[in-house]
């Protein structure tokens, strides 16, 4: 593992509570407490993981999300809740991924090696299956299993998916989601929760209360799902 | 009183000439009446037919055309009546005395009716002056602020020679004016150099009085007239019926302000003692928490510490809660705009909030009846979250706890319903309308550690929505409540998913 993770956080106690816990699991971290510092340290130094809350003293975080971006090669937001619009701004500046504050260490941590994994997997070629406990996804025979049992999808249902699993562990917008599914952004997101809606009935055990694909209101979904090591 | 227009000047024209033609027939009669005493040798009742004559035409048309006629009639008597006829005479002793009658009789009754009519102008103006300022503070009785007194005042303009005018309020010892603009010092409202000759307009200020004294003062714009009174309307009752007018103004101002102040006060006072109450309860619990773990650590078991861990972080959940309820209660209160609102799926968001009360519920039991796969309505996810979130909650915290929640999506009539179920023992229907408010706290008996913000919120988030929510309790055999959301569907959720793919 060893991900070099720069934390940009202008609370000292935030900082102090997470870098212990961060490096017991085998991570290295450097601490930033402003826009600035945070861009000069990421200049010095090549990081996997940018951990960047919004408020800033020096600037708004969503403005240095591009930059982070070049220099780093994934960047999780810390956000309110409430804050939908703010979220997929960060996400359309090119933030991986969010986790709401106040925030439990598990979700973070979940959050944390989701990134890992996706730039991990970014390598030219991708991945060609995905594979979970319960979820089996070929993306080049289109076979879909779920708990070994074969699920017979429309090619929507798989573009959707696909993109989800690509993502396992992540959010994915709407808007990657539209282009995923519709190829145009702007298609009518009516469709998007229809076809959702239709995997999920295909995919979970109760629609209704799903637990594997998650819903983050107002921002997008995320496949709950961490792939098992092959 | 304003200026006569051509039309009734001519009929005025018209009305005089009748009048002068009514006195030509009365002196053509008074003088046939004499001409016939005459000839019937009654000469003493010749001269009084026309003595009443004289007097009939000076009471009706004033001094002037009475002496007109007493000179006519001497004439005519002279002339045609006494002798010798047809031929002026002399008059002789015995005539002159109805001659002098004639005039005497004339100027009396002409100066009496003179006087009379003059008494009348002057009650018949006196009424109109009574009529516009009754008018104007019975206008002035409607009016709620300052710059209403100003704007019915000025309606109430021209009027007679009251061409205009303007209030002014004093404030920090200048006046500013009552419809608007900059403060004005003492010495620019005095009159300016009054020339009579160059200005056809002057004017007259005069000073507003309160209960508490001076209140401003009105600035009346006068045309110049010939005639003292007439024309010239009542202006120190208009001041004084302006002043009352202003003066009810500033008190109910003063009063409405007295009163949001003190609603702010009891709310302030409110947020504190919630804020004492709320944070400082899971506080104590996570306070004691985490110090007995760092002073008692190796004494404590395993299943002491993991519970002490599980209260601290459960309290913070709920301190999470509880600030994110406040912080909401001062949306509603800024007022929501509708561009925080998309579509909104309510069963997808439904389902988060089922996952969020059974990581802060764990072994509630909820049972779900959900009749289609999309109710798509205009919200904010975050805020229907929270709506549903404090629905449930509430049920849970006020339901029987050996009960299930019950939670029911239907849709009728173009609305998605949600309604959540509690087999509690419900809300009496005099407390009904008071669960919506801020800091409302059920007196019930199984309160247990609601906030009194919970349904509020819903209730304010839920209406910015355009929906309506409403509660029906008891609903079941004399126990339970039950809380419905509607919400107005948009036409696309008239889909359903079963059609697609």
Same mark, same amino acid.
Request: glycine residues 8%; charged residues 25%.
């Given at each position: 593992m060893g991900m070099n993770i720069l934390l940009v956080d202008d609370e000292p106690a935030i900082v102090t509570a997470l870098s212990p816990v961060l490096q017991s699991q085998g991570y290295r971290i450097t601490a930033a407490e402003s826009a600035s510092a945070a861009l000069k340290a990421a200049e010095l130094e090549q990081f996997d993981l940018a951990l960047l809350d919004l408020g800033l003293p020096d600037a708004d975080g969503v403005e240095i999300i591009g930059k982070l971006k070049e220099l780093c090669r994934a960047v999780i937001i810390l956000s309110a809740r409430h804050q939908e619009a703010e979220k997929v701004r960060a996400l359309d500046e090119g933030a991986d991924d969010y986790v709401n504050k106040p925030f439990g260490i598990e979700e973070l941590l979940a959050r944390i090696r989701a990134a890992g994994r996706r730039s991990g997997m970014?390598?030219? &070629? &991708?991945?060609t299956r995905f594979v979970s406990e319960e979820l089996q996804v070929d993306f080049a025979t289109r076979d879909v299993r779920l708990l070994g049992e074969e699920i017979r999808l429309s090619p929507k249902e798989f573009a959707l998916l696909e993109t989800l699993c690509r993502h396992a562990g992540q959010v994915v917008t709407h808007r990657k989601l539209l282009i995923a599914g519709w190829n145009d952004p702007h298609a009518d997101s009516q469709y998007l929760r229809s076809y959702v809606a239709l995997l999920r009935q295909k995919l979970e055990y109760d629609a209704s209360e799903p637990r594997l694909i998650l819903t983050e209101p107002g921002v997008g979904y995320r496949l709950e799902a961490s792939p098992r090591a092959e | 009183m304003p200026g006569p227009t051509p039309r009734q000047r001519l009929a005025s024209l018209f009305r005089d000439a009748n009048a002068v033609a009514g006195d030509a027939l009365i002196f053509t009669l008074a003088t046939c009446g004499t001409y016939l005493a005459q000839s019937w040798d009654r000469p003493i009742s010749a001269v009084l037919i026309y003595l009443v004559g004289v007097t009939a035409i000076g009471a009706r048309s004033g001094l002037a055309w009475g002496l007109v006629a007493a000179l006519s009639a001497s004439l005519v008597y002279n002339f045609f009546i006494s002798e010798p006829v047809f031929r002026f005479s002399t008059p002789s002793a015995d005539e002159w005395i109805p001659l002098i009658a004639f005039n005497a009789s004339a100027i009396v009754s002409g100066a009496l009716a003179g006087r009379l009519k003059d008494s009348v102008r002057l009650a018949r103006t006196a009424q109109e002056k009574n009529a516009h300022l009754l008018r104007l503070s019975d206008e002035l009785q409607r009016a709620i602020r300052v710059e209403d007194v100003a704007r019915i005042a000025r309606r109430g303009v021209p009027f007679g020679r009251l061409r205009g005018l303007e209030i002014f309020l004093a404030r920090n010892g200048g006046f500013l004016p009552a419809e608007g603009g900059s403060l004005l010092e003492t010495a620019d409202l005095l009159p300016e150099r009054d020339d009579a000759a160059q200005q056809p307009i002057g004017q007259r200020i005069l000073f507003l009085y309160g209960a508490e004294g001076e209140i401003g003062l009105v600035r009346f714009a006068l045309e110049r007239g @010939?005639? @003292? #009174? #007439?024309?010239? @309307?009542d202006l120190q009752g208009i001041a004084i019926i302006l002043g009352l007018a202003i003066d009810r103004c500033q008190l109910l101002e003063r009063l409405s302000e007295n009163a949001a102040m003190q609603k702010s006060e009891e709310l302030k006072s409110a947020i504190l003692s919630s804020v004492s109450h709320d944070l400082r309860t899971p506080l104590t619990a996570i306070e004691a928490a985490a110090t007995s773990l760092q002073s008692f650590d190796q004494s404590l078991t395993p299943r002491d510490r993991a519970r002490m861990l599980e209260t601290i972080s459960q309290q913070c959940r709920k301190l999470n809660r509880y600030t994110a309820n406040l912080l909401d209660m001062g949306r509603i209160q800024a007022g929501i705009p509708d561009i925080l609102f998309i579509e909104v799926d309510v069963i997808e968001i439904l389902g988060v909030v089922l996952a969020a009360i059974r990581e802060a519920y764990p072994g509630q039991e909820i049972e779900k009846h959900i009749q289609s796969d999309l109710a798509v309505v205009r919200a904010n996810p975050a805020m229907l979250e929270q709506v549903i979130f404090n629905l449930i909650e509430n049920a849970i915290l006020h339901g029987n706890s050996e009960q299930a929640v019950h939670v029911v999506v239907t849709q009728a009539a173009g609305r998605c319903v949600l309604e959540v179920l509690d087999f509690g023992p419900g809300i009496t229907a005099d407390e009904q309308p008071l669960v919506f408010n801020k800091f409302y706290r059920s007196r019930s008996a199984t309160y247990r550690e609601g906030n009194g913000l919970g349904l509020h919120i819903a209730n304010g988030f839920t209406e910015a929505f355009g929906g309506t929510i409403r509660i029906v309790s008891p609903h079941f055999e004399g126990r339970g409540t039950k809380i419905a959301v509607e919400l107005p569907l948009t036409d696309v959720s008239v889909h359903q998913v079963g059609s697609w793919g």
């Amino acid at each position: 593992m060893g991900m070099n993770i720069l934390l940009v956080d202008d609370e000292p106690a935030i900082v102090t509570a997470l870098s212990p816990v961060l490096q017991s699991q085998g991570y290295r971290i450097t601490a930033a407490e402003s826009a600035s510092a945070a861009l000069k340290a990421a200049e010095l130094e090549q990081f996997d993981l940018a951990l960047l809350d919004l408020g800033l003293p020096d600037a708004d975080g969503v403005e240095i999300i591009g930059k982070l971006k070049e220099l780093c090669r994934a960047v999780i937001i810390l956000s309110a809740r409430h804050q939908e619009a703010e979220k997929v701004r960060a996400l359309d500046e090119g933030a991986d991924d969010y986790v709401n504050k106040p925030f439990g260490i598990e979700e973070l941590l979940a959050r944390i090696r989701a990134a890992g994994r996706r730039s991990g997997m970014a390598a030219p &070629g &991708g991945s060609t299956r995905f594979v979970s406990e319960e979820l089996q996804v070929d993306f080049a025979t289109r076979d879909v299993r779920l708990l070994g049992e074969e699920i017979r999808l429309s090619p929507k249902e798989f573009a959707l998916l696909e993109t989800l699993c690509r993502h396992a562990g992540q959010v994915v917008t709407h808007r990657k989601l539209l282009i995923a599914g519709w190829n145009d952004p702007h298609a009518d997101s009516q469709y998007l929760r229809s076809y959702v809606a239709l995997l999920r009935q295909k995919l979970e055990y109760d629609a209704s209360e799903p637990r594997l694909i998650l819903t983050e209101p107002g921002v997008g979904y995320r496949l709950e799902a961490s792939p098992r090591a092959e | 009183m304003p200026g006569p227009t051509p039309r009734q000047r001519l009929a005025s024209l018209f009305r005089d000439a009748n009048a002068v033609a009514g006195d030509a027939l009365i002196f053509t009669l008074a003088t046939c009446g004499t001409y016939l005493a005459q000839s019937w040798d009654r000469p003493i009742s010749a001269v009084l037919i026309y003595l009443v004559g004289v007097t009939a035409i000076g009471a009706r048309s004033g001094l002037a055309w009475g002496l007109v006629a007493a000179l006519s009639a001497s004439l005519v008597y002279n002339f045609f009546i006494s002798e010798p006829v047809f031929r002026f005479s002399t008059p002789s002793a015995d005539e002159w005395i109805p001659l002098i009658a004639f005039n005497a009789s004339a100027i009396v009754s002409g100066a009496l009716a003179g006087r009379l009519k003059d008494s009348v102008r002057l009650a018949r103006t006196a009424q109109e002056k009574n009529a516009h300022l009754l008018r104007l503070s019975d206008e002035l009785q409607r009016a709620i602020r300052v710059e209403d007194v100003a704007r019915i005042a000025r309606r109430g303009v021209p009027f007679g020679r009251l061409r205009g005018l303007e209030i002014f309020l004093a404030r920090n010892g200048g006046f500013l004016p009552a419809e608007g603009g900059s403060l004005l010092e003492t010495a620019d409202l005095l009159p300016e150099r009054d020339d009579a000759a160059q200005q056809p307009i002057g004017q007259r200020i005069l000073f507003l009085y309160g209960a508490e004294g001076e209140i401003g003062l009105v600035r009346f714009a006068l045309e110049r007239g @010939p005639d @003292p #009174y #007439y024309d010239m @309307p009542d202006l120190q009752g208009i001041a004084i019926i302006l002043g009352l007018a202003i003066d009810r103004c500033q008190l109910l101002e003063r009063l409405s302000e007295n009163a949001a102040m003190q609603k702010s006060e009891e709310l302030k006072s409110a947020i504190l003692s919630s804020v004492s109450h709320d944070l400082r309860t899971p506080l104590t619990a996570i306070e004691a928490a985490a110090t007995s773990l760092q002073s008692f650590d190796q004494s404590l078991t395993p299943r002491d510490r993991a519970r002490m861990l599980e209260t601290i972080s459960q309290q913070c959940r709920k301190l999470n809660r509880y600030t994110a309820n406040l912080l909401d209660m001062g949306r509603i209160q800024a007022g929501i705009p509708d561009i925080l609102f998309i579509e909104v799926d309510v069963i997808e968001i439904l389902g988060v909030v089922l996952a969020a009360i059974r990581e802060a519920y764990p072994g509630q039991e909820i049972e779900k009846h959900i009749q289609s796969d999309l109710a798509v309505v205009r919200a904010n996810p975050a805020m229907l979250e929270q709506v549903i979130f404090n629905l449930i909650e509430n049920a849970i915290l006020h339901g029987n706890s050996e009960q299930a929640v019950h939670v029911v999506v239907t849709q009728a009539a173009g609305r998605c319903v949600l309604e959540v179920l509690d087999f509690g023992p419900g809300i009496t229907a005099d407390e009904q309308p008071l669960v919506f408010n801020k800091f409302y706290r059920s007196r019930s008996a199984t309160y247990r550690e609601g906030n009194g913000l919970g349904l509020h919120i819903a209730n304010g988030f839920t209406e910015a929505f355009g929906g309506t929510i409403r509660i029906v309790s008891p609903h079941f055999e004399g126990r339970g409540t039950k809380i419905a959301v509607e919400l107005p569907l948009t036409d696309v959720s008239v889909h359903q998913v079963g059609s697609w793919g």
